[in-house]
């Protein structure tokens, strides 16, 4: 049972060490997350920094059944082993939109003047990683120049990785990445789906779908919305528009989970919107926020109901992308504050056919 706890802490540590890095990650999140108690851990590991030593020992130990077998798995070329783990560092990234990185690679970042056994097993690690890639040149040593620096040429791949993986978090900071997810369902009708991962937890991201003031700091510059079933989300892209005016677009309630889910349909479209009454009736959209932890919660947006034909296919191409960009709007606005409606005005009422 005591090696279980101690296994666990070091698992735990280990996963928000990466995650929120390890200055962030306080002992009291460990505890939590691991459903330990302080003397459990304090037993096993007097300071945090025992508990991160034991950490870097546990990647040191695991660099084969934790990263190299994974990658290598069912590849026997020598150098396609290194395009495979290089691969396997750009999925990661790709499958949590950028929030992984390499755990060593943070630490050694994160912590500037590290103590002797810190640095060493910093060190030790990245030789580890190292010292598997040489091995892969020097299996391939007959396709490769006899006076190649196969160490050398090691420690560039890993520079490469290292740096490309240290660049994807400001990158996606800057464009959120919107992940389209659609799909057919099963009787064959088309479902079209968006997703996001915004850094906010559920309950604001919430208030920002179902108050005045949220919606209006990323949506549109005019809105009031009726939070009930059967209620309404009216809106205008227009600055000069005001509730109640025959124009503006309204979405009724269908019925909704508080932060949780909200599913709602268009009764009335501004006159020019480039799709027809009755294709738009067919549609029911259905929001559903997943709470990541860490403040985090996962935006999915689904529009059910799409047909075949040119009338479904216009309103498809015009709500795939008209909604990235709202859910790229939505993401600011939690991150940075509202929108300024009066920079963007021309280009969010040209979305719905409206002149400026």
Request: hydrophobic letters at 45%.
């Amino acid at each position: 049972m005591a090696e279980d706890t101690k296994d666990r802490l070091v698992m735990t540590a280990m996963r928000l060490f990466s995650e929120k890095g390890y200055e962030s990650a306080s002992v009291a999140d460990i505890l939590r997350a691991a459903s330990a108690n302080s003397g459990s851990l304090y037993h096993f590991f007097p300071t945090k920094q025992d508990l991160l030593i034991e950490v870097l020992r546990r990647y040191r130990d695991g660099i084969e059944p934790m990263l190299l077998e994974p990658a290598w798995q069912g590849v026997d070329d020598p150098i396609e082993k290194v395009f495979a783990l290089l691969a396997r560092y750009r999925q990661a990234l790709v499958d949590s939109d950028c929030f992984y990185g390499c755990p060593i690679g943070n630490l050694a970042l994160e912590i500037h003047e590290p103590d002797p056994p810190v640095r060493d097993l910093l060190a030790v690690n990245f030789a580890g990683w190292v010292a598997a890639i040489e091995q892969c040149y020097a299996q391939a040593s007959e396709r490769l120049p006899r006076d190649l620096d196969r160490h050398g040429l090691a420690i560039f791949t890993l520079t490469t990785m290292e740096g490309g993986v240290m660049q994807s978090p400001p990158a996606l900071a800057a464009a959120p990445v919107v992940k389209d997810t659609s799909y057919r369902a099963a009787n064959g009708s088309r479902v079209q789906q968006l997703e996001i991962v915004v850094d906010a937890p559920p309950q604001k991201v919430w208030a920002a779908l179902t108050t005045d003031a949220g919606f209006m700091g990323w949506a549109a510059p005019v809105a009031h919305v009726t939070l009930a079933n059967d209620g309404m989300i009216e809106a205008s892209y227009s600055l000069n528009a005001k509730i109640g005016d025959p124009d503006n677009i309204r979405n009724q309630i269908v019925a909704y989970v508080p932060d949780r889910m909200l599913t709602f349909h268009n009764v009335h479209v501004p006159q020019g919107a480039p799709f027809k009454t009755a294709a738009i009736d067919k549609i029911r959209t259905v929001i559903l926020l997943d709470d990541l932890g860490d403040g985090r919660t996962r935006v999915t947006e689904s529009g059910v109901g799409y047909g075949e034909g040119a009338d479904f296919d216009d309103m498809y191409t015009h709500f795939r992308s008209g909604n990235a960009e709202e859910f790229a709007s939505l993401a600011h606005y939690l991150s940075s504050g509202p929108v300024d409606w009066k920079a963007v005005a021309a280009a969010m009422t040209a979305s719905v056919g409206e002149k400026p």
